[in-house]
């Protein structure tokens, strides 16, 4: 049954009322769909099938991250919560309700996002362990990490696996941080079989060799050029980005916690593109 609570508004007198609906009801929902399973990517050959998370179970996972960020960094905790303090509004935006709030503690900071993993896991997910993308296992296994999880909040909450694909253009950055990326070897053979990313290979004129830079180079030219001359059918940025992020999916993770640890992330302001 959706709650309707009422919000505060402008002035004292103000007031507008809001619908939340509970978690669990809401992932029941027919029209909400957390993941696109068996999904085809345009331009692939093989039968290859694919499974990557909507754009609604983004926008779900990252709001209740980044209230957690915001208590955190205001010097509070919420005491243990479970999906029964977790409604969602009509656009989709999670909120936690009737939490207590304690002062902010390492061990207590493990605890909110030991909580939050097991909601995102077994509510938001349904235990469906083998259809995670694997970029969303990198934020779990952060979440899980005691170091990471104390140590990496702002990374946690702007994860790469949660920004909306129109936005994953200028979230890409090259930094000095090669050595930590990954797909340094077998980069080019991720790429075969997929008609768009084969032609954007075969298409620069002075090639690539092998290492993290030329992948960056060829990532940096998937992103920018965004093959406008493909022969085939046109397809549009989302579709191109998508691509990308299944072909080369912990590319962007990797490179934001290696940017946190170099104290560079902040700046990039990535909380603008959530």
Not at 14 to 31: D, G, K, S
Not at 61 to 77: A, E, V
Request: aromatic share 10%.
């Amino acid at each position: 049954m959706a709650m309707i609570v009422l919000m505060q508004g402008g002035t004292e007198s103000a007031m507008a009322q809001q619908v939340l609906i509970p978690l669990t009801q809401y992932v029941m929902m027919a029209h909400t769909l957390m993941m696109h399973i068996n999904k085809n990517l345009f331009g692939k050959n093989s039968a290859t099938k694919f499974h990557v998370l909507t754009e609604e179970a983004k926008r779900l996972i990252r709001t209740i991250l980044k209230q957690l960020y915001f208590f955190h960094r205001n010097g509070q905790c919420p005491e243990k919560f479970t999906e029964s303090n977790v409604f969602v509004t009509s656009s989709g935006r999670a909120k936690l309700i009737g939490v207590k709030l304690g002062d902010k503690n390492d061990t207590m900071v493990f605890q909110n996002y030991q909580d939050a993993h097991r909601i995102i896991v077994e509510t938001v997910f349904q235990k469906r362990w083998k259809e995670i993308p694997a970029d969303m296992m990198h934020l779990l296994r952060l979440m899980r990490s005691r170091a990471t999880a104390i140590r990496m909040g702002y990374v946690i909450c702007t994860h790469a696996s949660l920004v909306p694909l129109e936005n994953r253009e200028p979230f890409f950055m090259k930094i000095n941080i090669l050595q930590a990326l990954p797909y340094d070897l077998d980069w080019y053979n991720k790429l075969q079989g997929n008609d768009l990313l084969e032609e954007l290979f075969s298409s620069n004129k002075g090639g690539y060799g092998n290492g993290s830079t030329e992948f960056l180079r060829f990532y940096r030219n998937a992103t920018v050029h965004d093959m406008d001359h493909y022969y085939k059918r046109r397809y549009t940025p989302n579709e191109f980005q998508l691509i990308l992020a299944v072909t080369y999916p912990l590319l962007l993770p990797r490179m934001q916690e290696e940017l946190e640890k170099e104290k560079h992330l902040r700046i990039l302001r990535l909380d603008s593109l959530l």
